[in-house]
């Protein structure tokens, strides 16, 4: 058939092929690869799927987090956050000066309390539903997740293409799985090997 394979999912492939064919665009021609039994030589006749454009909603966020610990019960934490909250609403506080002086989250504490462009699925659900909630330019109210007591601001949104992360996302995920199922039966095989059935018949 001239070496036609037909159409394949990329996880279906070995992975020899599959690692080799991932980057590859219509009419490239691969370096020789090595496998158990032989040499072989692949051509990309054509791809389909995964296509498709991935826009997103992209979040510029600031935030402050207060979190209890031993010398600070889950009460006082929110009562804290609650006045620090109330303090930059009123405008006493910049967010910026809010972030610095009160935030226990240190690494955005320093930068004010940004935490840059967020793409949904980044944070914990408490902290997304109330980043998706919150109208740019506004303050949220008051929340918890694990990690403490928050309150945030949007800054501003932007629309993000995301299609070639989303498109290596799933090829990863696809070779990824890939290897798990060879290894899978290369143990199987393995455990098959060294077991032995010791049979006692009783009379």
């Known amino acids: ?3 036609d394979l037909g159409w394949r999912e990329a996880a279906q492939w070995p992975s ?4 080799a064919a991932i980057n590859m665009s219509k009419g490239d021609i691969s370096e020789p690869l090595r496998s158990g039994a032989g040499f072989h030589i692949l051509k990309m006749i054509d791809r389909r799927g995964g296509g498709a454009e991935k826009v997103v909603t992209q979040y ?3 935030h402050v987090l207060v979190r209890a610990d031993t010398l600070t019960s889950e009460e006082q934490a929110r ?3 609650n006045r620090v909250h109330d303090q930059v609403a009123s405008g006493e506080l910049s967010f910026a000066e809010a972030a610095a002086e009160h935030s226990d989250d240190p690494g955005s504490g320093r930068q004010g309390g940004e935490l840059g462009w967020v793409t949904p699925g980044e944070m914990v659900p408490e902290f997304e539903q ?23 601001r ?3 949104t932007r629309e993000a ?3 070639d992360q989303f498109r290596e996302l799933q090829a990863r995920q696809a070779l990824q799985k890939r290897r798990f199922d060879e290894e899978l039966q290369t143990w199987l095989q393995e455990q ?6 010791d049979i006692r018949l009783q009379s």
């Open 161 to 163: 293409d995301m299609s």
């Open 130 to 152: 109330m980043m998706v909630e919150t109208p740019p330019g506004q303050l949220s109210p008051v929340f918890q997740s694990q990690f403490g007591w928050h309150f945030l």
């Open 16 to 19: 020899l092929f599959s690692d």
């Open 79 to 81: 009562a804290e956050i």
């Open 1 to 3: 058939e001239g070496g």
């Open 60 to 62: 510029q966020v600031r």
């Open 192 to 197: 098959r090997a060294e077991a032995y059935v």
């Open 154 to 156: 949007v800054e501003e």
